[in-house]
């Protein structure tokens, strides 16, 4: 054991693994990494009580949570999480995209379920000291990466519920991975949800919680049912306004060539604010492109699909990047968009966001993060 890295005033003990993977063994692992699939050789935790505060931050081997059968988290689902990934730069160095906006979201997340803000420096200071040690776990075949995945839960043990846990562990671990969908930019059929909500107003939708990807996946099964790859989700109240696919933002384009404009569900605070939405929304006008931030019905998705009006659609998140949606199914019937093909503003946009991920292109926002070794 030995301290390594003090961050937020916390010095992170090292506790490395005795059973770390031989690079022989890693390279396999990173030939095909599937996705989320994999961990690497350790992960971060960090314990959390009300008399202490954040305390007892390690790396440590990665390996199995001790937890009571009466811990909260395990019936109270006081739970959240993030997604973001490293990325290997062609002079070989690792970077994350934006992780100070994953930081923010996450405390975001943990003040809807009443648990407590992790610092930023803290939040980030865990995701550094981690590629510090596991770093070589981070792939450079293209459309790779290393997912990082933080997340607290609730540890109070008992079954009383009339307050919020005092006590909460945060880890961090990671996964080599490959593309989310296989095919790269292989479009994808959607199925329109009718009958079963994300959110409503007032909930959890805003938040990166995992009580709303279990509530997904019975949505989720009636989509691969009907031959479709992804649910999108529409509102609580009317059920006819398009909010989000599965876990990620949808944007829809209108035009084509330099009249083309696009539109993305606002945030109403049912749906989830993402990290790759937000970068969009600015990266768009920047490349000639007007976005609005709007409503759009399912109807006037059907109508303005077969009128022409509407030219592509893409959805949008951290491990998905950019993924054009071909074919629309409903219990109304099914359509196309356009020829069925990725388009010119969805490969271009993909393009300009890739390359700002894995450092081929200019970064003038200031979004990448280099992590030295």
């Known amino acids: ?12 003990d090292i506790q490395l693994s005795t059973r ?47 937890l009571d059968p009466a811990t909260s988290v395990l019936h109270y689902a006081q739970e959240v999480f993030e997604g973001l990934k490293a990325y290997r730069h062609p002079d070989g160095t690792i970077a994350c995209f934006r992780p100070e906006a994953n930081a923010a979201r996450f405390n975001r997340s943990a003040a809807r379920m009443a648990m407590p803000e992790l610092p930023e420096e803290l939040f980030v200071g865990a995701i550094e000291t981690l590629l510090a040690h596991d770093g070589d776990w981070v792939p450079s075949q293209a459309d790779t990466s290393l997912y990082l995945r933080p997340f607290m839960i609730s540890t109070d043990v008992g079954l009383g519920v009339n307050s919020p846990s005092s006590s909460y562990l945060f880890v961090l671990i990671a996964s080599p991975s490959g593309a989310y969908f296989s095919g790269g930019v292989k479009p994808v059929t959607v199925w329109l949800c009718e009958d079963y909500t994300r959110a409503a107003p007032g909930g959890t939708g805003a938040a990166k919680f995992g009580g709303n990807y279990a509530a997904s996946f019975l949505a989720q099964a009636q989509a691969v049912e009907q031959g479709c790859d992804q649910v999108v989700w529409l509102d609580a109240v009317e059920h006819r306004w398009v909010e989000e696919m599965g876990g990620m933002n949808l944007f829809f384009v209108f035009g084509s060539g330099p009249e083309a404009r696009l539109l993305t569900p606002e945030l109403t605070g049912t749906l989830l604010p993402g990290i790759t939405r ?65 388009g010119p503003v969805t490969l271009r946009l993909r393009e300009e966001l890739v390359g700002l991920q894995y450092g081929t292109r200019p970064d003038s926002h200031g979004w990448v993060r280099r992590f030295d070794r």
């Open 278 to 342: 937000d970068s969009l929304l600015k990266l768009a006008p920047e490349l000639g492109l007007p976005v609005e931030e709007g409503r759009i019905s399912t109807d006037q998705w059907r109508e303005a699909a077969t009128s022409g009006e509407l030219t592509e659609v893409f959805a949008c998140g951290t491990a998905a990047v950019i993924t054009p949606v071909s074919h629309v199914k409903s219990s109304k019937g099914e359509f196309q968009i356009a020829d069925g093909k990725p």
């Open 1 to 12: 054991m030995s301290n390594d890295t003090t961050t937020s005033g916390l010095a992170f």
């Open 20 to 66: 770390r993977r031989t690079p022989q063994e890693r390279e396999a692992i990173l030939e095909n990494p599937g996705f989320g699939k994999v961990f690497t050789d350790h992960m971060v935790t960090i314990r959390y009580t009300a008399e202490k505060g954040w305390h007892d931050a390690k790396l440590e081997p990665y390996g199995p949570l001790s």
